[in-house]
C-alpha cells in the first residue's frame, strides 16, 4: 500500500511537471507569435511608407513636367514685362492635382495615392517664389515632400546687381558662360547636305547659318568643372557601425553605416529603405528596389538592377550602370568618376548638376534637370532632355531614335562639344534651342523625316530679355 501511494505521489508530480512545461512552451509560443506579428506590420509599415515616399515623388515628378512644358511656352514668346509673365505663369500652373487621371500610379499595387498643392506664394525683384507640396499616401501611411520653387525673369539672369551681363548666357543652376553671337558656332569644318533637314537660327533654307569662329575652349570647360557640386567625402562615415558582409536582406537601416566590402542589395519581399548616409568600401549592387534618404558613396562602381531613388548627394568612384527597364532618380548632386550606362529601356532623371568624368553611353532614357559635365565622348540613342547647359569632353555621336524611343530629344541650353559635332536624327527631332559651341568639325544629319533645329545663343543682361528659368531648392521629406 506504502509503493502505491508513493507511485500515485510520483504520478502527480510528473503531471505537474508536464503541465507546467506545455504552459511554458505556450506563452513561449504566444510571445513568438507576438513577437513575428508585430515583426510583420512593421515591414508592412515600412513597405507602406516607401511606398507612399514613391507616391509623393511621382506627384512632384509630374507637377514639374508640367512646369517645364509651360515655361517652355512662356519662353517661346516671353512677355514683355514682369506682370505679364507673372499672369501667364499663374494661368498656365494648377493651383492643385492629384493622382486620378494617372493610369502608371494606378497600376501599381497597394493602390497608392498623391495630392500636389502650391503655396505660399510671393513675388518680387522680377521672380516669383512658391512651395510645392506632394503627399503620398499607401494604406494608410502618409509622406510628405515639399519643394521651393524659384521663377526668375528677364534681365536679372546673371545675378549682378546692374541687372545681368551682358557678355554671358543667363545664369542656370549657378553656371553661366561667356556669350557667342550666333546658333552653330565651330573652330573646324561644317558639312551638310542639301536633302539633310537641318535648320540653324530659324532659316527656313537647310543648312544654312553656321558661324565659324576661335573658341577658348579651356576656360568654358573650367566653368563646368568649378559648377556648383556637393559630393559626399571619399571617407568611413564617423561613429556609423561598419557592417562587413556582402549580401544584405534588411529591409530599414534607420542611421548612417559603413560598409567595409562589396555591397549586394538581395531581393527581398519588401523595398530596401537607408534613412542616414551610406559608406560603401567596394562597389554597390542593387537588386531590390530600394531608396536611399542621406548621401551615399561607392568606392567602385554602380550596378542598379531595381527602381531605385536617390534623395541625397552621390559620389560614384566608378562608372553607372542602370539596367534594362530600371528607373532611377538622384534628386542630389552626382559625381560619377568613371563613365555612364545607361541601357535600353531605362530612365534616369538628375535633378541637379551632374558631373560625369567619361563617356555617355545610353540607349535609354536620361533627363538632366541641371548642368552635366561629360568627360568624353556623348554617344546617346534615347529619348533624352538637358534643360541645363552642356560640355562634352568629346564628340557628341548621337543617333536620334535608334531605340526605337520616336521621342523628339531637346538641349535646352548651349551645348558646348570639345571635338566634332555628328548627331544623327531619325524620324523625330533633335532640338538645341540655345546653340551649339563646336571645336572640331561638324556634320549634322537627318533621314526618314528626322528633323535638327538649332536657336540662337542667349544673351544676360538687360538689353535683351532672358528667358524665365525655374531652381528648385530647400527639399524635405515628412
Not at 173 to 189: K, T
Not at 289 to 310: A, C, H, L, R, W
Amino acid at each position: 500500500m506504502r509503493k502505491l501511494n508513493v507511485l500515485r505521489r510520483q504520478e502527480g508530480s510528473v503531471l505537474l511537471v508536464v503541465l507546467l512545461v506545455i504552459a511554458i512552451f505556450s506563452i513561449m509560443g504566444l510571445l513568438l507569435t507576438n513577437v513575428s506579428f508585430s515583426h510583420m506590420r512593421q515591414i508592412s509599415k515600412e513597405t507602406s511608407r516607401t511606398q507612399a515616399t514613391n507616391a509623393a515623388e511621382m506627384g512632384l515628378t509630374v507637377y514639374n513636367q508640367k512646369i517645364n512644358e509651360e515655361l517652355k511656352t512662356i519662353n517661346q514668346n516671353i512677355p514683355g514685362t514682369f506682370e505679364a509673365f507673372k499672369t501667364a505663369l499663374d494661368s498656365a500652373l494648377p493651383d492643385a492635382l492629384d493622382s486620378s487621371g494617372d493610369q502608371v500610379i494606378h497600376s501599381m499595387q497597394g493602390n497608392p495615392e498623391y495630392e500636389v498643392a502650391i503655396g505660399n506664394e510671393h513675388a518680387g525683384d522680377n521672380q516669383i517664389q512658391l512651395t510645392v507640396t506632394s503627399t503620398g499616401t499607401v494604406q494608410g501611411e502618409k509622406r510628405i515632400i515639399t519643394q521651393e520653387k524659384t521663377f526668375k525673369y528677364g534681365s536679372d539672369s546673371s545675378g549682378s546687381s546692374s541687372g545681368g551681363d551682358s557678355d554671358r548666357t543667363p545664369e542656370y543652376m549657378g553656371l553661366s558662360l561667356p556669350y557667342m553671337e550666333g546658333s552653330l558656332i565651330h573652330q573646324g569644318n561644317y558639312y551638310c547636305h542639301a536633302n539633310d533637314h537641318v535648320f540653324i537660327n530659324g532659316s527656313s533654307a537647310n543648312c544654312v547659318g553656321d558661324t565659324k569662329q576661335a573658341v577658348d575652349f579651356s576656360a568654358i570647360q573650367s566653368l563646368f568643372q568649378d559648377m556648383p557640386l556637393v559630393v559626399p567625402p571619399s571617407s568611413p562615415i564617423a561613429g556609423a557601425p561598419t557592417i562587413s558582409g556582402n549580401d544584405m536582406t534588411q529591409p530599414l537601416f534607420e542611421g548612417a553605416v559603413n560598409f567595409s566590402n562589396q555591397l549586394n542589395i538581395q531581393p527581398i519581399n519588401a523595398p530596401s529603405v537607408f534613412d542616414g548616409d551610406v559608406y560603401v568600401d567596394g562597389q554597390l549592387n542593387i537588386e531590390n528596389p530600394s531608396t536611399f534618404n542621406g548621401d551615399v558613396y561607392t568606392s567602385g562602381q554602380m550596378n542598379i538592377k531595381e527602381n531605385t531613388v536617390f534623395n541625397g548627394n552621390v559620389l560614384i568612384n566608378g562608372q553607372l550602370n542602370v539596367e534594362q527597364g530600371v528607373t532611377v532618380t538622384f534628386n542630389g548632386y552626382v559625381r560619377i568618376n568613371q563613365q555612364i550606362n545607361l541601357k535600353k529601356d531605362s530612365d534616369a532623371t538628375f535633378m541637379k548638376n551632374t558631373y560625369i568624368n567619361g563617356q555617355g553611353n545610353d540607349t535609354g532614357k536620361a533627363t538632366y534637370v541641371g548642368n552635366v559635365y561629360f568627360g568624353g565622348d556623348l554617344n546617346s540613342e534615347g529619348g533624352d532632355t538637358y534643360q541645363g547647359y552642356v560640355f562634352i569632353n568629346g564628340s557628341n555621336n548621337r543617333s536620334n531614335d535608334s531605340a526605337g524611343w520616336n521621342e523628339s530629344v531637346n538641349f535646352e541650353r548651349t551645348v558646348y562639344v570639345k571635338n566634332n559635332f555628328y548627331p544623327k536624327s531619325n524620324k523625330s527631332a533633335i532640338h538645341f534651342d540655345q546653340g551649339v559651341v563646336i571645336g572640331g568639325d561638324s556634320s549634322p544629319q537627318t533621314s526618314a523625316n528626322g528633323l535638327i533645329t538649332i536657336g540662337p545663343q542667349q544673351r544676360g543682361g538687360s538689353t535683351i530679355p532672358a528667358p524665365a528659368t525655374v531652381a528648385t531648392s530647400n527639399t524635405s521629406y515628412q
